[in-house]
Structures are given as C-alpha cells and as structure tokens.
C-alpha cells in the first residue's frame, strides 16, 4: 500500500489550499481514511477522518467549518480541502489508511501513511 499526498505551499492567512492523497494497493471505497498534521517540535495531531462505512466525516475543532475531506473513488483519492486557512494551521500534512475498530482520531489506529506535505500559511 502506498498513499502519495501532495498540493501544500506557501498561502497568506485567510487562503485555501487542496491537499490530494492518492491511495494505490487499496481500494479507497474500503478504506477509512484520515488526514493529520505535525508542526515542529509538536506531536502528530488528528485533522480529520472520512468513514468507508457510513461515507461521515469528523473533524478537529479548530478546523470544523473551514476544512473538508472528499472521496473520489473512482481515482481512489482522498481531498482535504483547506478554507480560511490561519498561520496556526502551518504544518505537515499527511494522509493515512484506518485499521478497522479502532479510534479514529489516533495515531495507532492507522496502519499506512502518506509521506507529508508542508502548508505554511504566513501571516
């Protein structure tokens, strides 16, 4: 299984950016997918979670209203779409594949992760 995320950057406070994870070795219609990020000096932190069951979403606090996760399955890709972005938002972003029963917002529920792409929103 490899998970290839890609679309950070550079964006000024206020801005959007998309993020794209493109999932090859398992089906994305399967798969729990979750997105999560990891300043420097700081622990990886849940961002967001797209059920393969019930096709819900949860979020982070901090972020509900501005970002959205979709699917499309068809390319087996996963989105994070990233709204009124805040300079607290700069960070790594990575996407990951769920194990089944497990809590959606940890890290140790995941079993495969994209390798990170930085977003810096500057102020």
């Known amino acids: 299984v490899q998970l290839q995320a890609s679309g950070g950057g550079l964006v000024q406070a206020g801005g959007s950016l998309r993020l794209s994870c493109a999932v090859s070795?398992?089906?994305?219609?399967?798969?729990?997918m979750g997105w999560f990020r990891q300043a420097p000096g700081k622990e990886r932190e849940f961002v967001g979670y797209?059920?393969?069951?019930?096709?819900?979403?949860y979020y982070k606090d901090s972020v509900k209203g501005r970002f959205t996760i979709s699917r499309d399955n068809a390319e087996n890709t996963i989105y994070l779409q990233m709204n009124s972005l805040k300079p607290e938002d700069t960070a790594a972003y990575y996407c990951?594949?769920?194990?089944?029963?497990?809590?959606?917002?940890?890290?140790?529920?995941?079993?495969?992760w994209g390798q990170g792409t930085q977003v810096t929103v500057s102020s």
């Open positions: 990951a594949t769920k194990r089944g029963g497990e809590s959606y917002s940890s890290t140790r529920s995941y079993d495969y």
């Open positions: 797209s059920s393969r069951i019930t096709d819900n979403t």
């Open positions: 070795g398992r089906t994305l219609s399967n798969t729990g």
